[in-house]
């Protein structure tokens, strides 16, 4: 058995490598017709055998996972469909092997700056995916039920009559996505949508990152974009910083537009758009299609409740845990993290002389109660004399401060749902345990 996987291995490294020189493929070619009878002959069974090893992985991933999720995925998205998506972003996508998903707005085609029938269809036809971006770009939040699912048919009608396959993936025009409307994309045979970067992150006209997609949490519906990139978002730091992300079962879906586009805030340039399709094949990124997730996930298998996860994402965590024991009384500190604009309304810290203690949250030593304030750095001590202790454990939870001037300003562009929760005050779990030494 060791020797069949050891063979397979072997070919395909040298599938890997078959590109360097005319020499090398020559002796390659030689190796392989020797392996390639040997492989078939005793490739099926070390091929199942493969699958049975990913499958024990899976299980420790959600049950939407058909395979376990390799480091390093990146899924490719363009909105709008630009004129540049053909001429300029595919020459590049096929040089590199990327794949890559197109959602195009079927009322916008023709238009100009923008790709017309002929040119969407040569996309399908070059391996990209087409997806549906609507019939008209309107706010999704404002519309009827009835003009949802206009938007969404009209476009599958446009497609069928150019001879373009019926799309199964959705991006929510402007990133406004509701249960209306994936309940309408159930309806309509559609697999997966893709939002943007809010409510988890700010959503703002010039793009930035936000949350990485984690299949074992994230429905296929509310699929989020980790980062909105563009000229007006060129950070390589945060750039790198999403695509750091892209390991232990998240994955990484970047959204462009044009290269460049017909709107200027959304526009990146062919130069930054070149530079990170580079960094994203020489750091050896896999880059796809929405619709090639299928290889990883079961994208049928739907959540109970699909928006669960997300809004449970919209309060605040602590983290960056510091205590100063040198004084007369420990003081502590942490930090606050929140991915979008709001701060700390009150706090509980506990402290106990055993982290066993701490894990069935006795605080044995103190425990401050809840304590409204929007401190977070160089609270003092307040519990039993801690004369007789050696090493003390501690740990806070913190409750959010919902940013009202933040909800008023996305107040358009989020549901109502979704707004309410934002201004919901949720208090998190408690961080990690942190220890000091007492006196
Ligand atoms: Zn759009």
New binding site residues.
């Given amino acids: 058995m060791v020797t069949n996987n050891l063979l397979v291995i072997v070919v395909l490294e040298s599938g890997c490598r078959i590109q360097e020189s005319s020499d090398r493929i020559a002796s390659m070619k030689r190796m392989l017709s020797l392996l390639v009878p040997l492989v078939l002959f005793l490739g099926c069974e070390t091929v199942k055998n493969v699958h049975r090893d990913q499958s024990v992985l899976s299980k420790n991933l959600a049950d939407n996972t058909v395979t376990s999720i390799p480091d390093r995925v990146v899924v490719l998205t363009f909105?709008?469909g630009n004129i540049s998506d053909l001429t300029t972003a595919a020459p590049i996508l096929k040089g590199h092997g990327f794949g890559a998903t197109f959602?195009i707005?079927s009322g916008w085609v023709g238009k100009p700056g923008r790709l017309n029938w002929e040119q969407v269809k040569e996309l399908n036809d070059q391996g990209f995916e087409i997806g549906n971006?609507s019939a008209s770009?309107p706010n999704m939040l404002h519309i009827s039920e009835d003009d949802i699912r206009e938007q969404i048919i009209s476009f599958d009608e446009a497609c069928a009559e150019h001879g373009i396959p019926k799309a199964t993936s959705f991006?929510y025009?402007?990133g406004h996505h509701d249960r209306r409307m994936v309940k309408a994309l159930a309806a309509e045979g559609y697999l997966t949508a893709r939002r943007a970067v809010s409510p988890e992150y700010p959503l703002y006209d010039r793009g930035g990152p936000g949350p990485l997609y984690n299949p074992s949490e994230d429905d296929p519906f509310l699929i989020p974009g980790a980062y909105v990139r563009g000229n007006l978002s060129p950070s390589d730091q945060e750039f790198e910083e999403v695509l750091s992300g892209a390991r232990d079962g998240s994955i990484c879906v970047l959204i462009y537009?044009g290269v460049p586009d017909v709107h200027h805030h959304c526009s990146t340039s062919v130069d930054l758009f070149t530079k990170d399709m580079q960094h994203l094949k020489d750091n050896d990124f896999t880059v796809i299609s929405v619709q090639d997730l299928s290889k990883y996930i079961d994208v049928t298998k739907r959540l109970k409740d699909i928006y669960e996860p997300l809004l449970a994402r919209l309060g605040i965590s602590p983290n960056a845990l510091k205590c100063d024991a040198l004084g007369d009384s420990p003081v502590f500190s942490w930090e606050i993290k929140t991915t979008r604009p709001q701060g700390q309304s009150a706090y509980q810290i506990l402290v106990a002389s055993s982290e066993k203690n701490l894990d069935s949250n006795e605080g044995d030593l103190w425990n401050s109660g809840k304590v409204v304030s929007n401190q977070s750095s160089e609270i003092p001590y307040a519990g039993k004399s801690l004369t007789q202790v050696e090493r003390l454990h501690w740990k806070v939870r913190c409750w959010n401060d919902p940013d009202e001037a933040e909800i008023k300003r996305v107040s358009r562009w989020s549901a109502k749902e979704i707004l309410e929760e934002m201004g919901k005050i949720r208090v998190s779990d408690y961080s990690s345990v942190a220890s000091f030494i007492g006196k």
């Fill in positions: 909105d709008d959602y707005t971006h770009h991006a025009p402007g537009h």
